[in-house]
T-cell receptor, first 112, second 114 residues
Framework: GENVEQHPSTLSVQEGDSAVIKCTYSDSASNYFPWYKQELGKRPQLIIDIRSNVGEKKDQRIAVTLNKTAKHFSLHITETQPEDSAVYFC???????????FGTGTQLKVEL | DGGITQSPKYLFRKEGQNVTLSCEQN?????MYWYRQDPGQGLRLIYYSQIVNDFQKGDIAEGYSVSREKKESFPLTVTSAQKNPTAFYLCATALGVAGPYEQYFGPGTRLTVT
């Protein structure tokens, strides 16, 4: 089955800096890659997603890039703010049953 | 995601007891999922259902059971056979399975078994 690896497990940045989180996947049939943000004790919420026919997608300060050849995708957050502090999860789906395989998460801390 | 409810928010049980977690949705979504979240391990799929009266095992189904008698409801039973049941349990829904479609999560139930 699919395996998703996520790095780093923790990331600390200064407010205003950029943050990058990277994920790799194993199944070349995967075609959908969402990113979720989870604040402490809360539910995960989708912040951005990308499909395999697209190489990059942007939404204000957040962007995701996908390299299908290398089987990796990354989340980029620019001009980080304290409210960006949370755990971020990447995931991959091969489409069958719309199942998602999640990475192990990155704890992002934005320091003042 | 406001249309997905999970109850209760916190649940405490003694070892050896079965316990059922509720998940209800009013989004008219066909697909429903159960995930387990442990610290440092991300979310792992327990069971999923694509349609009423049908469900499939996920990656960690042992010690769990589900039913899907109504489109709106997908309860999860944690049985005494589950070796380490203490975890945060999240229910999710999606429009369908022929997607890919975004998955929406409920608020979760934190189960503690002692």
């Amino acid at each position: 089955g699919e395996n998703v690896e996520q790095h780093p497990s923790t990331l600390s940045v200064q407010e205003g800096d950029s943050a990058v989180i990277k994920c790799t996947y194993s199944d070349s049939a995967s075609n959908y890659f969402p990113w979720y943000k989870q604040e402490l004790g809360k539910r995960p919420q989708l912040i951005i997603d990308i499909r395999s026919n697209v190489g990059e997608k942007k939404d204000q300060r957040i962007a995701v890039t996908l390299n299908k050849t290398a089987k990796h995708f990354s989340l980029h957050i620019t001009e980080t703010q304290p409210e960006d502090s949370a755990v971020y999860f990447c995931a991959a789906s091969t489409g069958g049953g719309n199942k998602l395989t999640f990475g192990t998460g990155t704890q992002l801390k934005v320091e003042l | 995601d406001g249309g997905i409810t999970q109850s209760p928010k916190y649940l405490f049980r003694k070892e050896g007891q079965n316990v059922t977690l509720s998940c209800e949705q009013n989004l008219n979504h066909d697909a429903m999922y159960w995930y387990r979240q442990d610290p440092g391990q991300g979310l792992r799929l327990i069971y999923y259902s694509q349609i009423v009266n049908d469900f499939q095992k996920g990656d960690i189904a042992e010690g769990y059971s589900v039913s899907r008698e109504k489109k709106e409801s997908f309860p999860l039973t944690v049985t005494s056979a589950q070796k380490n049941p203490t975890a945060f349990y999240l229910c999710a829904t999606a429009l369908g399975v022929a997607g890919p479609y975004e998955q929406y999560f409920g608020p979760g139930t934190r189960l503690t078994v002692t």
